[in-house]
Nanobody
Framework: QVQLVESGGGLVQAGGSLRLSCAAS????????MGWFRQAPGKEREFVAA???????TYADFVKGRFTISRDNAKNTVYLQMNNLKPEDTAVYYC?????????????????WGQGTQVTVSS
């Protein structure tokens, strides 16, 4: 099991930027698939982005060109740089760690989750 702690959320105006961080401890994350998900009030948790230990990444269509996921294996930290934020990006953002399955966007691939960090984008 790996423990995950997110930080960097907050309130930002539309068009602004935030960078989320996820610090991992316990089992090393260098051989784990790392991902970000989000959950808005009344909605299901949805995939945002994922990154492999070698830096290969994939994104949900609604964040392509605006968000960038990266990881620093030496620091056991994963980042989500969010630019040009929109009010519909408002949600609790969760960091997750898991294994490489058939679909990196599948919640079932991930078995460790952080507590989440709130991102609120005002119009």
């Amino acid at each position: 099991q790996v423990q995950l702690v997110e930080s960097g959320g907050g309130l930002v105006q539309a068009g602004g930027s935030l960078r989320l961080s996820c610090a991992a401890s316990g089992r090393t994350n260098s051989d784990l698939l790392m991902g970000w998900f989000r959950q808005a009030p009344g909605k299901e948790r949805e995939f945002v982005a994922a990154v492999s230990e070698r830096g290969f990444s994939t994104y949900a269509d609604f964040v392509k060109g605006r968000f960038t996921i990266s990881r620093d294996n030496a620091k056991n930290t994963v980042y989500l740089q969010m630019n040009n934020l929109k009010p519909e990006d408002t949600a609790v953002y969760y960091c997750a760690a898991g294994s490489y399955g058939s679909s990196w966007s599948s919640i079932g691939n991930y078995d460790s989750w952080g507590q989440g960090t709130q991102v609120t984008v005002s119009s």
